[in-house]
């Protein structure tokens, strides 16, 4: 009898070393810890950050005519021509992320969930724009 305990105490300590001193009931349950959710893009969010990261060169309804367009900056991008309205919300976010032509990348500036929110207004700008070849 006194072996059963000493062997039973034996298991109970040498699980604390194995689970690195997990319970035995997380251990059980097996399942990993809960990972916060990411957030979807939201076009409203991305408005703002729009407005002050985009507008000066694309405008205020990303057909490229901000400030930079007037100033006779060229290059600037229509953000709701064809071209544009055929990238992926993927492209788009890469574009903000890393820049393209003469725009610099955002990667440093923006988070990521804030690129996504602008790459959503984006789209929201190319579906109230009227389509142009």
């Known amino acids: 009898m006194l072996g059963f305990r000493y062997l039973a105490l034996l298991l109970f300590l040498g ?3 194995l689970w690195g001193g997990m319970t035995a009931a997380t251990y059980l349950r097996g399942r990993p810890e809960p990972q916060p959710r990411e957030r979807a893009a939201s076009p409203a969010r991305g408005r703002q950050d729009y407005a002050t990261y985009c507008q000066t060169c ?3 309804q990303g057909r490229g005519d901000g400030m930079a367009a007037k100033l006779g900056i060229p290059g600037v991008a229509d953000l709701t021509g064809a071209h544009a309205r055929a990238l992926t919300d993927a492209q788009i976010f890469d574009i903000i992320t890393h820049g393209k032509g003469k725009m610099e990348g955002y990667a440093e500036s923006l988070s990521a969930p804030q690129r996504r ?3 959503a207004h984006v789209r929201f700008l190319q579906q109230q724009a009227p389509s142009k070849p």
């Open 15 to 17: 699980s604390f070393a």
């Open 58 to 60: 694309h405008g205020d």
């Open 117 to 119: 929110d602008i790459a």
